[in-house]
Each structure stands twice: as structure tokens, then as C-alpha cells.
């Protein structure tokens, strides 16, 4: 029965395009009601499909769907769902600060391994900031140069001097001593409040280093109420994406039945991001792999099935135990995959760092912001470290770009229809993520002088 309904949709998704193609590009004259059947018949075979799949993803990929179909479709009616998506923006928001602050905290003062390691923890530090920052320019000159979020007419609300308030006001130039200043909190719970994400990391850091320092029975109560804050926080957010198909077709059908043509701008996105992460591939890790002499074949033999893994489920945790062992049969020691593998899914997200830069501009060119090389630094600045806070998080990506967003007023809207194609550009992404982490061990084995040595500790 669920390969029926899946044929069936993919069958009524066909006719669709079909039709399309030959009333735009051949000219044909197709009457409208054929056109608005096959379309509502695929959706609805889609939904049957979801409701059979039982899967998040799936089902907000569905929703954007019937988002788009609504849109078109009934465009007065798509004009009064707007509050939908802006309840999902108000619970992601919550969970901004107190995620960062926890999971920082305990990543900084339960991290007694790296103290440890001493110098391996350092070299893996160095690498991970390194790489993950030239991802993140990557995707800054990918975005820049696609401009696929220019010429996107968002709906906005309001009067027209809120607009440009919105447009202009809210987005003031700003010297290079503000710049630096605001880095810096005077009241946490004032940068809670205000959503100045960049304040609340540097107040976690400091804070984790300084509980780092204090005594193990000072310590212990402190970092275990962090790790439970995180833990909630993950749940939290967990509970929230539950709502995501909803919030998804509320965007996008608002969005379309105000501006149909953000639709190619979202395949022109998903197609920047796509090239932008082959040629990070290509002209960075490969370059890697072949100066520290990994032997290529093997590397990408190994690490097909987690890689796989990854592409599927999106997620980088369900391909860990098999990426560990895929290093491990490549001549990395366990005493380093052990380390810097889980060190590495949190600090050296490569997939997710460049499509962070990349979406987070796309923000601003949606919302008509024009932001120079100044501001787009002080930006990635941001995300070189927000990115490193929340990467266990589901959807995580999410998160921070709505904190992103927040730290430098641009608006919600273009976050919404970026969450349409968010599953097709986290598969993505992962992917890239764990291919990163891998070859991250091989490096710092290399580093070592211990690739080769396969020795179990014991």
C-alpha cells in the first residue's frame, strides 16, 4: 500500500510538471482546472505517502508542497496564515540563549580530556577552527556571487514607515569601535532579552573557563545543572520541530500567494549551495587528504556507508559509531578517533558553517539589506563561534540562523522559506560534516606521527 501511494504521487507530480512544460515552453493551450486537479491530486497522494512514512522530514517536505499549492491556489486564504509560522519563530527563540549557555559551558568546563591531551586537544583546535572558517568564506563568495536571494519581494505588514524603519533605521552603519564593543555583554540577562546571541557566547565562554578553574566539588553541581539545561533544551527543541510542517506551510504558502517567484530563488539557493559544497570538497579536503598522503580510495571506500548514513537520515550522530570504525580500519588509532571524532562534531561542522554564511546572506538579500564586506566579516565572526554551540541540536542550523538573524535585524521572513528546502540542503550538509570529521582524525593522526599505527589502548 506504501509503494502504491508513493507511485501514485510521484505519478500525479510527473503529470504536473508536465503539463507546466507544455503550457509555458510549448505553447500549448492546457486549460487551468486540468492544471489545478493534477496538481491538489499530487498533493494529497503526497500526504498519503507522508502519513504512511511517519517522518519529520518527509512530512515538511509534503507541507511545502501543499504550502505551494495553497499559494497559488488560494491566495486570499494564504494571506491570513501568516501568524502559523510566526508562533514556530517565537518557540525557536527561547531556545536560543539558554542552549548556547548550556552547551558551551559544558563543552568548556567538562572537557577535562582536553587538558589532558594537552597538546593533541590543541592541534585538533587549530585544524577545526581553520578549516571550518574557510568553509564559512567559501560560502560567503558562493552567496555573494549567486545573489540568489536578490530580486525576492518578501510581504511585509505594517505601515509604510515601518517598512522602512524595518529597511533602514533598524539597520544602522556602525564604526568599528561599536562593533567591538558590542561584542562584549554589561547585563546577560539584557542580552538574553534583546536576542544578542554574540553576547551571550562570550558571557558562556568566560563563564566556562572560569568554572573550569574552581574546585572539582565547586565545580560538579554547577556543570551537571549546564548538561541538564542542555539536555531539556534538546528535548525542547525536539518538541518544537513537531510543529515545523505546520510553521513550513503556513511560509510558504503565505509567501507564494504573495510573491510566486521566491520559488527560483529557493532552487537557485539549494543549487548554490550544492556547488559551493563540491567545491570545498574538491578544492579544500581533497588538497588535505593528499598532503598528509591518506590514500584517497580507500578513504572514500571507507567512509561510503557513513557518509550514506549521514545523507539519509541527516543526521551526523547515527553515522558515528560507523565513521569511528571506518578510521580506525584506515590505520587511525583509537585513541584519536576516540577523541577527535566527538570533539570534532562539535567544533568542526563544515557543512554546516558554509551553509550558515551562505543562507544568513541569502537573509539579507531577500530582505533587500545590503550589507558591505565590513558587516559580512563581523557576521561570519559571529557564526565561527555560535556555530560551535548547538551542534548536537536537531535542526540546529535553525537555530542559529535565527539568532544570526536577530543579532543583526534582519527579518524572519526569508528563514521561513529557506526551512521549505531546509531537509534537501541538510542532507547536504551532513554529509559534508562527517566527511570533514573523518578526515579530521586522519590529519591530526598524521600530525601525530601515529596514521598507521592501529594499536588499541588498553
Known amino acids: 500500500m506504501n509503494q502504491l501511494i508513493k507511485w501514485a504521487s510521484w505519478v500525479f507530480i510527473s503529470i504536473t510538471l508536465g503539463l507546466y512544460f507544455f503550457k509555458s515552453q510549448a505553447g500549448l493551450s492546457i486549460p487551468e482546472w486540468l492544471i489545478i486537479s493534477s496538481r491538489w491530486l499530487a498533493v494529497w497522494a503526497l500526504i498519503g505517502w507522508a502519513a504512511q512514512r511517519r517522518n519529520l522530514t518527509t512530512w515538511i517536505l509534503v507541507s511545502m508542497a501543499a504550502g505551494i499549492a495553497t499559494g497559488l491556489d488560494f491566495p486570499e486564504f494564504s494571506n491570513h496564515l501568516n501568524v502559523l509560522s510566526k508562533i514556530f519563530l517565537k518557540l525557536i527563540k527561547t531556545i536560543v540563549a539558554p542552549l548556547i549557555f ?29 578549516v571550518t572558517t574557510i568553509a564559512l568564506f567559501i560560502g560567503l563568495a558562493a552567496i555573494n556571487i549567486s545573489q540568489a536571494g536578490a530580486g525576492i519581494e518578501l510581504p511585509r505588514e505594517g505601515t509604510e514607515s515601518e517598512k522602512i524603519e524595518q529597511l533602514t533605521g533598524a539597520h544602522k552603519k556602525r564604526t568599528t569601535s561599536d562593533i567591538i564593543l558590542h561584542i562584549f555583554p554589561e547585563n546577560i540577562a539584557k542580552s538574553v532579552s534583546e536576542g544578542e546571541v554574540l553576547q551571550v557566547v562570550v558571557f558562556s565562554v568566560l563563564f566556562g573557563v572560569a568554572l573550569a578553574l574552581v574546585q572539582e566539588e565547586k565545580k560538579q553541581p554547577f556543570l551537571s545543572f549546564a548538561e541538564s539545561l542542555s539536555e531539556v533544551m534538546f528535548k525542547f527543541t525536539h518538541i518544537i520541530m513537531y510543529y515545523a510542517p505546520v510553521a513550513v506551510f503556513a511560509a510558504i504558502a503565505y509567501t507564494v500567494g504573495k510573491t510566486p517567484g521566491a520559488l527560483l530563488n529557493l532552487l537557485k539557493l539549494l543549487a548554490t549551495l550544492y556547488v559551493a559544497l563540491i567545491f570545498f570538497l574538491v578544492a579544500v579536503l581533497l588538497p588535505i587528504a593528499w598532503f598528509i598522503r591518506l590514500p584517497i580510495r580507500s578513504f572514500i571506500k571507507a567512509i561510503a556507508e557513513p557518509v550514506s548514513i549521514a545523507f539519509a537520515t541527516t543526521s551526523s550522530e547515527a553515522a558515528l559509531p560507523r565513521a569511528m570504525e571506518a578510521m580506525e580500519s584506515l590505520g587511525v588509532p583509537r585513541k584519536i578517533v576516540a577523541f577527535v571524532m566527538p570533539t570534532g562534531y562539535t567544533f568542526n561542522l563544515d557543512g554546516t558553517t558554509l551553509y550558515l554564511s551562505l543562507a544568513s546572506v541569502f537573509v539579507a538579500q531577500a530582505a533587500g539589506i545590503y550589507m558591505d564586506w565590513k558587516e559580512q566579516l563581523f557576521m561570519a565572526l559571529t557564526l565561527i563561534i555560535t556555530s560551535k554551540g548547538v551542534a548536537g541540536v536537531p535542526r540546529a542550523s535553525l537555530v542559529i540562523l535565527s539568532g544570526t538573524a536577530a543579532q543583526f535585524n534582519l527579518p524572519a521572513e526569508p528563514i521561513f522559506i529557506i526551512l521549505g528546502i531546509d531537509a534537501l540542503m541538510d542532507m547536504a550538509r551532513t554529509s559534508v560534516n562527517v566527511i570533514g570529521n573523518c578526515l579530521a582524525t586522519a590529519v591530526i593522526a598524521r600530525w601525530e606521527g601515529e596514521l598507521g599505527k592501529t594499536e588499541i589502548l588498553q
Open 102 to 130: 548550556g552547551t558551551l559551558v559544558v563543552g568548556i568546563a567538562g572537557h577535562s580530556n582536553i587538558k589532558q591531551v594537552g597538546r593533541m586537544g590543541l592541534k585538533s583546535m587549530l585544524y577545526f577552527y581553520a
